[in-house]
């Protein structure tokens, strides 16, 4: 735990990231939901800030321009309170986080689970998504790019284990913001 924030924030930054499908966005929206923390989607803000530099034929998908995203977030990571979601971690600033949460689901699960994701989404994105949670690329990613401490590899493969995940980081939260006032 840490025993204060980085810099001058009262409150704490979170990332929770992961390969797509992993439930990033539904995690981050149910404790943004019970802990009063700002959600920020990267991708959603990649295309309505137009934050991005060129299209990626392959993968059918904007090439997202890091700097410009660490330029538009800047100001609101400095004062805290936000949770963000990305299936990338490497280009953020390390200052800006107290709380890296990786999550990681079976690849079954995860295969089936991107199926059933909206039309058009190819079956090259499917393979492409499947083989990176396999190789546990953004564990990696993860590891390489934040302090270990700060750094939680929690499982989403259940209900049960969103509900866990959820919890776990409302107390952790709670907790920091005690000891922060
Ligand atoms: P991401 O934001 O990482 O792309 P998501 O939150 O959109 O993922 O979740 C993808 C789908 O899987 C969505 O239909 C909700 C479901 N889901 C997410 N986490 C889950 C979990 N732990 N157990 C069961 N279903 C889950």
């Known amino acids: 735990q840490p025993e204060s924030l980085e810099g001058k924030r009262r409150q704490p930054n979170v990332l929770v990231t992961g390969t797509p499908g992993t439930g990033k966005s539904t995690t981050c929206e149910q404790i943004a939901e019970a ?61 800006w986080f107290d709380l890296v949460i990786v999550l990681q689901t079976d690849n079954t699960v995860l295969y089936e689970r991107l199926e059933k994701r909206q039309v058009g989404y190819s079956q090259n994105k499917v393979t492409e998504n499947v083989e990176c949670e396999i190789m546990h690329v953004i564990v990696e990613e993860a590891m390489d790019s934040y302090r270990q401490e700060i750094v939680q590899v929690l499982p989403s493969n259940t209900v049960e284990d969103l509900e866990s995940n959820v919890e776990r980081t409302v107390q952790w939260y709670k907790q920091v913001m005690c000891q922060v006032r």
């Open 35 to 95: 802990t009063g923390l700002r959600y920020i989607n990267v991708g959603d803000l990649v295309k309505t800030q137009d934050l991005h530099c060129g299209w990626d034929d392959e993968f059918s998908c904007h090439i997202i321009d890091e700097d410009k995203v660490c330029d538009a977030l800047e100001d609101q990571m400095g004062r805290g309170g936000n949770i963000v979601d990305y299936h990338g971690c490497d280009f953020f600033p390390e200052r």
